[in-house]
Structure formats: structure tokens, C-alpha cells
């Protein structure tokens, strides 16, 4: 059972357009939910990331909402670049004794056309 | 600036050899983290080591061990090696002990392990 529900799978989106890609959980335990981005072959590099006592975090082009009501959360990307085309995972951090393993939404493949 | 270190980068073995794969956190990073991503899968979780102890446990075969060393580098132990351990072995690390510490976690460029 995947605890942490991503989509969409796949992304197609223009240049300088917005890509937004939605996640959402369940368990309550879930106390920080980074975004990774990865490249064919690489290792995910952490992009942005948020707590659920906010509501929204922006860095640069990228944009986290955070509705903890609804246990759902979602990256914006503005001005999307050909250079952000890559594999982006949402995650979520189990908060529970000595664990701090991350959970991994399936990813979604996203790719900006020039 | 420093980032995590894995190698080899590269692995190939046949069936029910044997493997180790080595991890160099970011320095002053007391955790480390180890996930496993087959082809088009997100990382799933394997083990944690947070000072040198093991912290918590995922979905790890029992033919796998690791361990965290006093310098703070981690290996993963894998034996008996099947065609379905063929996969890209990530490490992570976080400063999760340290004041100021953040809940981030680092990844390394990982290694991929065929096995034929």
C-alpha cells in the first residue's frame, strides 16, 4: 500500500509555464515532506521542503502548499525550464522513537518542452 | 561543498555472490540512511544508523547487513546475491544529532548493483 499518493505520473508542460505536481498521505505520524529531484542515473538532490505547521514555502521558481487538513501537499514550479526536466518525488518523514526514514511518493516524470 | 560518498559506483555479480557496497556520509553527518530504487521505482527504505547504532529497519532481506563505523562511513553487507537485488543502491545522510541539525537528508550519486 502506498502511504504516500503522487501524481500526475507524467508531465508535459511549455516553457516558462507552471508545473504542478500533487501529493497526499494519510498517516498522521508524517511530520516533514521534502521534494526530491532526480536525474536518470543520479541521486535524488533535495529540492525544497516543509513542516506541516505552513502553509507555503517558496524558494526561487519553487513553491510548496501545504493543506494539513486535507493531508495534501504540491509542487509549483514557475517558469518551468527545459533544465527541470527530470523524475521529481515527494516524500514524507515518519516521525516515530529513532526512525526518521523518509516515505516516497511513485514519482512523476516531468518534462518542459523548448 | 561536501557531499556523500558512495562506492563503487559501478557493480556487477553473478547469483549468489557477494557485495559490498561503502558510503561516506557529509562530514559532521552523524546518520546514514540506505535505500534501494529499482528501474522507474521510488527509493524504498533498507536501514538506518544514527551514532553508530543501528536506528531502524525496513524492508531489508535478511542476506543483507550493514553497519556504521567510528568514523561514521557505513557498509552494506549483501550475500547470496538474486537477479532481483539489480538495483540502485542510495545513501543518505543527515546531521540529525547535531544543535542546529536539520531534518534533511543528503543523497549520495549511488551505486548500481547488476546482478547476472
Known amino acids: 500500500q502506498q502511504q504516500v499518493k503522487q501524481s500526475p505520473q507524467s508531465l508535459i508542460v511549455q516553457k516558462g509555464g507552471i508545473s504542478i505536481i500533487n501529493c497526499a498521505y494519510e498517516?498522521?505520524?508524517?511530520?516533514?515532506f521534502p521534494w526530491y529531484q532526480q536525474f536518470p542515473g543520479k541521486g535524488p538532490a533535495l529540492l525544497i521542503a516543509?513542516?506541516?505547521?505552513?502553509s507555503e514555502k517558496k524558494e526561487g521558481r519553487f513553491t510548496i502548499s501545504f493543506n494539513k487538513s486535507a493531508k495534501q501537499f504540491s509542487l509549483h514550479i514557475m517558469d518551468s525550464q527545459p533544465g527541470d526536466s527530470a523524475t521529481y518525488f515527494c516524500a514524507a518523514r515518519y516521525y516515530g522513537g529513532a526512525t526518521n526514514k523518509l516515505i516516497f511518493g511513485t514519482g512523476t516524470l516531468l518534462a518542459v518542452q523548448p | 561543498a561536501a557531499g556523500v560518498i558512495q562506492s563503487p559506483r559501478h557493480l556487477i555479480k553473478e547469483k549468489r555472490e557477494t557485495a559490498t557496497l561503502k558510503c561516506y556520509p557529509i562530514?559532521?553527518?552523524?546518520?546514514v540512511y540506505w535505500y534501494q530504487q529499482g528501474p522507474g521505482q521510488d527509493p524504498q527504505f533498507l536501514i538506518s544508523?544514527?551514532?553508530?547504532?543501528?536506528?531502524d529497519k525496513g524492508s531489508i532481506p535478511d542476506r543483507f547487513s550493514a553497519q556504521q563505523f567510528s568514523d561514521y562511513h557505513s557498509e552494506l553487507n549483501m550475500s547470496s546475491l538474486e537477479l532481483g537485488d539489480s538495483a540502485l543502491y542510495f545513501c543518505a545522510s543527515s546531521a540529525r544529532g547535531l544543535a542546529g541539525g536539520g531534518d534533511e537528508q543528503y543523497f549520495g550519486p549511488g551505486t548500481r548493483l547488476t546482478v547476472t
Open positions: 516543509i513542516r506541516p505547521d505552513v
Open positions: 562530514p559532521r553527518h552523524d546518520t
Open positions: 498517516n498522521t505520524a508524517f511530520d516533514y
Open positions: 544508523f544514527y551514532e553508530k547504532m543501528q536506528s
